[in-house]
């Protein structure tokens, strides 16, 4: 469970960082807006672990003998792909206000790809996938509200936590690794 809460933490904060940008970025934060990227942001990062553990479930009997090695190599290209965005993003890059329509759908699936890889790996681990995904969902959807709130408050500072997400699931994905040598 506490690798699962683990993941969940890393995962949302890629949703975490999206709406402390949206919160910073906008002159009125009403609680209708939070709560639609909320929801949206946490329905989203519950469904994508289910369907990858769908497809991970028909290949995980294929690479048995080596899914340890599959585990590693997905969890730390989504580490590492955090860690990049962390690092590149601009500052001074204007956000649109993607709390509605089509901007919040897309917003909603790009942070929930790396929620994608990571129910691919649950299948090939064996976890129990619908715990693990309303554990997801449900961080997805608090440190998406907290996200919001937060930068809201303190507009004009902001620091890339993507970038301790990233970290958080590479080394989950290392001792997942080392448990199974």
């Not at 299948?123 to 509200?145: C, D, E, P, Q, R």
Request: aromatic share 14%.
């Amino acid at each position: 469970m506490l690798e699962t809460f683990i993941i969940a933490i890393g995962l949302g904060l890629d949703a975490f960082s999206l709406a402390t940008a949206f919160g910073m970025c906008q002159k009125a934060c009403p609680r209708d807006a939070r709560l639609r990227l909320s929801f949206s942001f946490g329905a989203f990062q519950f469904f994508m672990p289910l369907v990858g553990f769908g497809v991970g479930r028909q290949v995980a009997r294929f690479i048995s003998s080596f899914d340890h090695w599959v585990v590693l190599g997905i969890l730390s290209l989504v580490g590492g792909k955090m860690i990049y965005e962390g690092w590149k993003r601009d500052s001074d890059t204007p956000l649109i206000d993607f709390s509605r329509g089509w901007p919040l759908f897309l917003a909603s699936l790009a942070t929930s790809i790396d929620a994608l890889a990571v129910g691919f790996s649950f299948a090939l681990m064996g976890k129990n996938i619908w715990f693990s995904a309303l554990i997801i969902g449900i961080v997805a959807l608090f440190m998406t509200y907290s996200g919001v709130s937060l930068g809201h408050k303190i507009r004009g500072v902001f620091s890339s936590p993507e970038v301790m997400g990233g970290i958080a699931i590479i080394l989950v994905g290392l001792k997942i690794f080392l448990e199974d040598l």
